[in-house]
């Protein structure tokens, strides 16, 4: 049947060569183990409703079985009467039971290989399940350590331009510190110069003076 060789494909599921191939294997091996539940869950029902034809016969057979059994009371009854007719026609229901029971029987017979055959594939894909789910826990793991690797390794070669960037950064702070000290020497010595102004205007002042003083001003 389809489902049972969608299962078997499962069984056989190399999940080294999918991580390999994945794009993102995290979310690649999730959904493996999500088909597989999904499996597991179709296969189980499956199981359910062979078990419940199995009991379907099973109960088909026992009616079979009571109705012939009611039949050959019937023809001994006729019998005892002295009714022939009617117990042969009851003898001929008899058989009909009978030989229907027996059939049942086969079918019965078939419908428990089935029934095995079901249950043998629900547990080896169970078990597979449970190895599966801690196979993919590892292999998570692994996954998730790698790119962990994986991206340490980057940062340390530097691909994006970290330390240029970060030398960019430090030689623009200089230049801000360069300049802002620029700034303050400029704005000292204008201070130092109005300050020597004011010195020669209070020279020139005194001077002013002691010439007025000579002149008699």
């Not at 359910?48 to 009611?70: M, Q, V």
């Not at 340390?156 to 960037?165: N, S």
Request: charged share 35%.
């Amino acid at each position: 049947m389809a489902l049972l060789q969608r299962v078997s494909t499962l069984l056989r599921a190399n999940l080294n060569d999918l991580i390999d191939r994945a794009e993102n294997p995290e979310k690649m091996l999730k959904q493996v183990i999500l088909d597989m539940e999904n499996q597991f869950i179709q296969v189980k029902t499956q199981v359910a409703l062979a078990l419940a034809d199995l009991h379907l016969l099973e109960k088909k057979k026992r009616d079979h079985e009571s109705k012939h059994g009611e039949w050959m009371r019937k023809a001994e009854l006729a019998v005892s009467k002295n009714e022939e007719s009617l117990a042969r026609v009851a003898l001929r229901h008899a058989l009909t039971d009978q030989q229907l029971s027996e059939n049942y029987e086969t079918q019965i017979a078939e419908q428990e290989h089935q029934v095995e055959y079901l249950k043998s594939a629900l547990r080896q894909l169970e078990t597979k399940l449970q190895e599966a789910r801690a196979k993919v826990d590892m292999l998570i793991v692994r996954d998730r350590r790698s790119r962990g690797s994986r991206r340490a390794a980057t940062a340390q070669q530097d691909p994006q331009g970290g330390d240029r960037i970060l030398d960019r950064m430090s030689a623009k702070v200089t230049r801000n510190e360069v300049f802002g000290q620029a700034i303050a020497e400029m704005a000292f010595d204008d201070a130092y110069d109005r300050l020597g102004a004011l010195e020669r205007d209070q020279k020139i002042d005194l001077l002013l003076d002691e010439l007025k003083s000579r002149l008699g001003q």
